[in-house]
């Protein structure tokens, strides 16, 4: 494991891309997801947030996750009313990082990521 490597959870996001700096809400309501959610605010509020290739499937798989993303800070939390249990969160892109390893379990998913800068993200 690399010396900067951090285990984050992690959001998939469906048609949105989130950059470094940019404050941005989104709604959250994957089992999976939340999971991820409520583990960052209990650890140290941070996620790492990927885009899907494909918005359209619903589960998490390995093959549907881009490798680079950006690790992100949780700024507020709302918890929405029943029945359907989704979460708003507020996040700010904190840095860009590249996934060394995913792990999927039942519940949730995370990943092993590296920060890194653009030119290494142009230049892999």
């Excluded at 959870?9 to 991820?36: C, H, K, Q, W």
């Excluded at 700024?75 to 590249?98: F, N, S, Y």
Aim: charged residues 25%; neutral net charge.
């Amino acid at each position: 494991m690399k010396e900067n490597t951090i285990r984050l959870p992690v959001v998939a996001l469906r048609d949105m891309v989130i950059y470094p700096s940019m404050v941005v809400p989104l709604f959250v309501g994957r089992e999976a997801s939340t999971n991820a959610v409520e583990l960052a605010m209990r650890e140290n509020k941070q996620l790492f947030v990927v885009a899907q290739k494909d918005g359209a499937i619903d589960g998490l798989e390995e093959d549907n996750l881009y490798r680079y993303g950006v690790i992100v800070n949780v700024l507020q939390l709302l918890k929405l009313p029943e029945p359907d249990k989704t979460l708003k969160i507020l996040v700010e892109g904190e840095m860009r990082a590249r996934v060394e390893k995913f792990s999927f379990t039942k519940n949730m998913v995370r990943a092993l990521v590296t920060p890194t800068t653009i030119i290494e993200h142009l230049n892999p």
